[in-house]
């Protein structure tokens, strides 16, 4: 990919109450963009916010047109806010980032840089992060069970702060599970990767909106959405319990042959209540592995748009 002045650079960002920090980003972001070789627009995705965030962005636009606003009509979640935001961007590359500042938008020249010696995908890994320890060490966790379910090899510090190549959001384009985390998407499209290393800032303002329910629903949505491994859980699981009580069966009726000479005294009825608990336990886990996948297929099924766009309140967008 060569860098002239036609080509455009495309920068979403997806928000939910951050009027707090969108004065000090837009003005921060212009700073950095007016100084690349080509041009750019910003597009900001509002995913319901109930605060100022869209007038202010509106305010911008009024005064710099390449500022535009996807205003969807409700709270649809962060990852169909970024997707949005891919499905709108006109530029050449498409650059993610988040409301709150903490991702350095100074460094977005080293990405597009990047993407100019031919990178497809450049990603944003955080060297240092302003999180608890608990939340890092979950998240390490979560990404390696990730990566032995799906095959999927997820980076725990990779962020959202990542360049797509148009060649890249023409493929994302086309994925329409509405389950989704935007960065394993991406990933799993296996384009080349190439990663740039950044310390987290402070928010510019605000609080963090993502709950730990919010964390933990997207973490089983990605898992279940990409892979089909936990679905042979199940069958590993028989494996296991056939034989066990296959031996276990055995043994009784040899104890009982040959008149207890293991000295186990125990009734039949005490191994008949442990191997039934034992089966009723592996039930119940299958019953909510697959209804785990029939909640996903019934999603699928409704074919209900992943979002919808307030086209009355975008600005400049289209």
Same mark, same amino acid.
Do not use: C
């Given at each position: 990919?060569?860098?002239?002045?036609? =080509?455009? /650079?495309?920068?979403?960002?997806? *928000?939910?109450?951050?009027?707090?920090?969108?004065? $000090? /980003?837009?003005?921060?972001?212009?700073?950095? @963009?007016?100084?690349?070789?080509? !041009?750019?627009?910003?597009?900001?995705?509002? !995913?319901?916010?109930?605060?100022?965030?869209?007038?202010?962005?509106?305010?911008?636009? $009024?005064?710099?047109?390449?500022?535009?606003?996807?205003?969807? #009509?409700?709270?649809?979640?962060?990852?169909?806010? #970024?997707?949005? +935001?891919?499905?709108?961007?006109?530029?050449?590359?498409?650059?993610?980032?988040?409301?709150?500042? &903490? *991702?350095?938008?100074?460094?977005?020249?080293?990405?597009?840089?990047?993407?100019?010696?031919?990178?497809?995908?450049?990603?944003?890994?955080?060297? $240092?992060?302003?999180?608890?320890?608990?939340?890092?060490?979950?998240?390490?966790?979560?990404?390696?069970?990730?990566?032995?379910?799906?095959?999927?090899?997820?980076?725990?510090?990779?962020?959202?702060?990542?360049?797509?190549?148009?060649?890249? &959001?023409?493929?994302?384009? &086309?994925?329409?599970?509405?389950?989704?985390?935007?960065?394993? /998407?991406?990933?799993?499209?296996?384009?080349?990767?190439?990663?740039?290393?950044?310390?987290?800032?402070?928010? %510019?303002?605000?609080?963090?909106?993502?709950?730990?329910?919010?964390?933990?629903?997207?973490?089983?949505?990605?898992?279940? =959405?990409? =892979?089909?491994?936990?679905?042979? %859980?199940?069958?590993?699981? +028989?494996?296991?319990? %056939?034989?066990?009580?296959?031996?276990?069966? @055995?043994?009784?009726?040899?104890?009982?042959?040959?008149?207890?000479?293991?000295?186990?005294?125990?009734?039949?009825?005490?191994? %008949?209540?442990?191997?039934?608990?034992?089966?009723?336990?592996?039930? @119940?886990?299958?019953?909510?592995?697959?209804?785990?996948?029939?909640?996903?297929?019934?999603?699928?099924?409704?074919?209900?748009? /992943?979002?919808?766009?307030?086209?009355?309140?975008? $600005?400049?967008?289209?």
């Amino acid at each position: 990919m060569s860098v002239s002045d036609k =080509s455009v /650079l495309s920068v979403v960002i997806p *928000m939910y109450n951050e009027a707090a920090s969108l004065p $000090k /980003l837009i003005d921060s972001l212009r700073t950095v @963009l007016v100084e690349l070789k080509m !041009d750019y627009e910003i597009i900001f995705v509002d !995913d319901g916010s109930t605060d100022r965030s869209v007038h202010i962005v509106t305010e911008f636009h $009024k005064n710099d047109h390449r500022v535009k606003l996807v205003k969807l #009509t409700r709270n649809f979640g962060k990852e169909i806010a #970024t997707t949005a +935001g891919i499905h709108a961007a006109n530029g050449d590359a498409i650059l993610t980032l988040d409301a709150d500042g &903490q *991702m350095p938008v100074e460094l977005i020249p080293r990405f597009v840089e990047e993407w100019e010696r031919g990178a497809m995908v450049v990603v944003g890994t955080r060297s $240092k992060r302003r999180t608890s320890l608990a939340k890092r060490i979950s998240s390490k966790i979560f990404y390696r069970l990730f990566r032995i379910a799906t095959g999927v090899v997820l980076d725990p510090d990779a962020s959202d702060f990542r360049l797509i190549d148009k060649q890249v &959001q023409n493929e994302f384009n &086309q994925m329409n599970e509405r389950n989704r985390i935007t960065r394993g /998407l991406i990933d799993w499209l296996g384009y080349e990767r190439r990663y740039i290393s950044y310390e987290e800032n402070g928010r %510019l303002g605000g609080r963090a909106t993502y709950t730990p329910r919010k964390l933990i629903k997207l973490a089983v949505d990605s898992m279940v =959405s990409l =892979s089909i491994s936990p679905l042979y %859980l199940t069958a590993y699981l +028989g494996v296991v319990v %056939l034989p066990l009580a296959t031996l276990l069966g @055995l043994g009784m009726v040899i104890d009982w042959l040959l008149s207890d000479p293991l000295h186990l005294h125990a009734t039949g009825s005490a191994y %008949l209540n442990v191997l039934v608990l034992w089966l009723v336990g592996v039930l @119940l886990l299958s019953q909510g592995i697959i209804g785990l996948y029939l909640s996903h297929i019934h999603t699928e099924a409704q074919n209900r748009p /992943l979002y919808v766009v307030d086209e009355a309140n975008s $600005k400049g967008w289209s």
